[in-house]
């Protein structure tokens, strides 16, 4: 996937979402997070589907390097 340069494509690599997050890369890498990934698939029928683009965004839901609650928990 890149946004400019192929849009359509399904795969993504972790190193473009890594480098589209306003975060301490190297924290995350080193302790995990949750990163939430958005796809919004906004189309008008009306057109050719290659008029049809996904806008994919990223953000960062838990980070390493969060103080309260550091890591990752699941109850």
Sequence with gaps: YHSTNDPR???LRIGDILDSLKTNKTA???EG???EIRQDW???FD???NSCF???SFSVLQSGDDKQSPGINYR
Aim: net charge positive; hydrophobic share 40%; with cysteine.
């Design 42 to 44: 906004t189309c008008n």
């Design 28 to 30: 995350l890498l080193r």
């Design 47 to 49: 057109f050719d589907r």
């Design 54 to 56: 996904p806008k994919l």
């Design 9 to 11: 494509c399904p795969i």
């Design 33 to 35: 997070g949750l990163i």
